[in-house]
């Protein structure tokens, strides 16, 4: 149990263009999911918490209008990187909360790598 | 939010029991402690959660002391395919966030 999926496992896009990844939570209810992002060597960094029929809490630094978070079901969170630029590129990763035993758990998707030309 | 300090990095051997420590002195009455296992490219794979004492599943077990300012991940018989990142987070049950530490880089010799 506790799968999450992520739509694409990899993109490749042009430089101006918008890429959308798709987060689900294929066999449990997600109140909140989140997305990070993860450079090469380097830890998960949170971005954004993403809570069903509201808005995305972003993290500082984070730009809003750039990173476009829409959770609209409790099953489903996508992300849209707007405008991206090179330095943009990265492994993006949403995890799903769910519980487990007492404890709130996260569970985590495969990543979608984004490569930006 | 409670910090976690890991060693950056580790070396065993195959069929060795591995220990990885992490100190969370801030830890609150309310948090658990998250053990999450990644490979590169993929996203982190739970591996363990614990309150208090000691927790053990398939894969792994999860020793915690009375005073909960740390905790030890302990993998037995260490094989290849265990060569990753550990991460450990320390998080309340009703709060959302979890912040990555640097994690633990876990290199598994033959």
């Known amino acids: 149990g506790a799968v999450v999926s992520q739509h694409p496992s990899w993109v490749i896009c042009k430089s101006g263009t918008s890429v959308k990844i798709e987060c689900r939570s294929l066999d449990f209810q997600a109140t909140t999911m989140f997305w990070y992002r993860q450079f090469p060597k380097q830890s998960l960094m949170l971005m954004a918490t993403?809570?069903?029929?509201?808005?995305?809490?972003?993290e500082q630094g984070v730009e809003k209008d750039k990173f476009l978070i829409n959770h609209a079901s409790l099953t489903l969170s996508t992300l849209t990187v707007t405008s991206a630029h090179p330095e943009d590129s990265s492994f993006y990763i949403c995890?799903?909360?769910?519980?487990?035993?007492?404890?709130?758990?996260?569970?985590f998707g495969p990543g979608t790598r984004l490569t930006v030309l | 939010l409670a910090k976690t300090t890991q060693p950056i990095s580790m070396d065993s051997y195959e069929g060795q029991e591995v220990n990885i420590t992490c100190s969370h002195n801030n830890i609150a009455t309310n948090d658990y402690i998250t053990w999450y296992q990644q490979f590169p490219s993929q996203g982190p794979r739970f591996i363990i959660q614990?309150?208090?004492t000691k927790v053990t599943n398939e894969v792994a077990s999860l020793f915690i002391p009375a005073d909960r300012k740390s905790s030890t991940l302990s993998l037995p018989r260490v094989s290849l395919s265990d060569t990753a990142v550990y991460y450990c987070?320390?998080?309340?049950?009703?709060?959302?966030?979890?912040?990555f530490g640097t994690g633990t880089r876990l290199q598994v010799f033959p």
């Open positions: 614990g309150y208090k």
């Open positions: 995890s799903a909360k769910g519980w487990r035993e007492r404890a709130d758990t996260q569970y």
């Open positions: 987070l320390v998080g309340f049950y009703n709060t959302d966030k979890l912040i």
């Open positions: 993403s809570n069903e029929g509201s808005k995305a809490t972003y």
